[in-house]
T-cell receptor, first 113, second 115 residues
Framework: AQSVTQPDIHITVSEGASLELRCNYSYGATPYLFWYVQSPGQGLQLLLKYFSGDTLVQGIKGFEAEFKRSQSSFNLRKPSVHWSDAAEYFCAVGANNNNDMRFGAGTRLTVKP | GAGVSQSPSNKVTEKGKDVELRCDPISGHTALYWYRQSLGQGLEFLIYFQGNSAPDKSGLPSDRFSAERTGGSVSTLTIQRTQQEDSAVYLC?????????????FGPGTRLTVL
């Protein structure tokens, strides 16, 4: 089955700085890749997803992610972080031969004023 | 409805009691998923439904956990004889179809505390 690793448990960035959250997956074929965000006390909201085609995916709230097959990565980026981006971010991988999605452990983002 | 809803939002129970958690998916979504999120952990997949059937129950942590779905809509997750390690946020999600690539839409979760 597929699996996901988010190497960074907690990241702190200053407001206005750029952001990159790392995600590495394990799966033998082309995966389906997702980034979700969870604000405190809220459910998960989909930021973006990759199925096929262009490896640079644009999402909501100014986020983007790039699928790199050679590195088995799907890192999330934002050029300029806003205080409202403080939340928990989850990377997830789905597969075309099973029906469960595997989530990483999450990266908690803190934004400094 | 507009989104996935779950009830109750919070549940505090005593060890050994049974609890029922409810999920109301987005209308028309055939697939429904249950996850558990423990403090500081990622999401642990529990079970999914395709219509009213659950093809794979191997993600359920123990035989104290069971789930059902009726009418292709509402689902309940039941935990019998709750233990303190069952304390977590239980998240429900639904998607239009079953499949690894279909986007799952999540509810706000039920926070379960077992004293």
């Amino acid at each position: 089955a597929q699996s996901v690793t988010q190497p960074d448990i907690h990241i702190t960035v200053s407001e206005g700085a750029s952001l990159e959250l790392r995600c590495n997956y394990s799966y033998g074929a082309t995966p389906y890749l997702f980034w979700y965000v969870q604000s405190p006390g809220q459910g998960l909201q989909l930021l973006l997803k990759y199925f096929s085609g262009d490896t640079l995916v644009q999402g909501i709230k100014g986020f983007e992610a790039e699928f790199k097959r050679s590195q088995s990565s799907f890192n999330l980026r934002k050029p300029s972080v806003h205080w409202s981006d403080a939340a928990e971010y989850f990377c997830a991988v789905g597969a075309n031969n099973n029906n469960d999605m595997r989530f990483g452990a999450g990266t908690r983002l803190t934004v400094k004023p | 409805g507009a989104g996935v809803s779950q009830s109750p939002s919070n549940k505090v129970t005593e060890k050994g009691k049974d609890v029922e958690l409810r999920c109301d998916p987005i209308s028309g979504h055939t697939a429904l998923y249950w996850y558990r999120q423990s403090l500081g952990q990622g999401l642990e997949f529990l079970i999914y439904f395709q219509g009213n059937s659950a093809p794979d129950k191997s993600g359920l942590p123990s035989d104290r956990f069971s789930a059902e779905r009726t009418g292709g809509s509402v689902s309940t997750l039941t935990i019998q004889r709750t233990q303190q390690e069952d304390s977590a946020v239980y998240l429900c999600a639904s998607s239009l179809e079953v499949g690894g690539g279909d986007t799952q839409y999540f509810g706000p979760g039920t926070r379960l505390t077992v004293l």
